[in-house]
């Protein structure tokens, strides 16, 4: 099985930056694509954005041009810089990885357990 686990949420003011990281692990075969996805409350689970093993990227609409996302292929880690935060940017943030295990081949989708970002002064 592959695991995913994320690190860098907090609570941070208007304006200001944050880093996200997620780090696969278990038996892995292969990494396809990891992302960021982000749920405010009471909303529902929305992309911000992805990057694939050959680093094309996708980003919301409502991230392009604050948000970056960046992969490294060796640690099987993604990151999320976020900058230009706004207080409507405040989700629980999930990690995302379309990968296949060792045990099967095929590949699968899966999530880690979240990170939850502020943004507020």
């Known amino acids: 099985q592959v695991q995913l686990a994320e690190s860098g949420g907090g609570l941070v003011q208007p304006g200001g930056s944050l880093r996200l990281s997620c780090a696969a692990s278990g038996s892995i075969f292969s990494i396809n694509v990891m992302g960021w996805y982000r749920q405010a409350p009471g909303k529902q689970r929305d992309l911000v954005a992805t990057i694939t093993s050959g680093d094309r990227t996708i980003y919301a609409d409502s991230v392009k041009g604050r948000f970056t996302i960046s992969r490294d292929n060796a640690k099987n880690t993604v990151y999320l810089q976020m900058n230009s935060l706004k207080p409507e940017d405040t989700a629980d943030y999930y990690c995302?990885?379309?990968?296949?295990?060792?045990?099967?081949?095929?590949?699968?989708?899966?999530w880690g357990q979240g990170t939850q970002v502020t943004v507020s002064s």
């Open positions: 995302y990885a379309h990968a296949a295990p060792y045990t099967d081949v095929r590949l699968y989708d899966y």
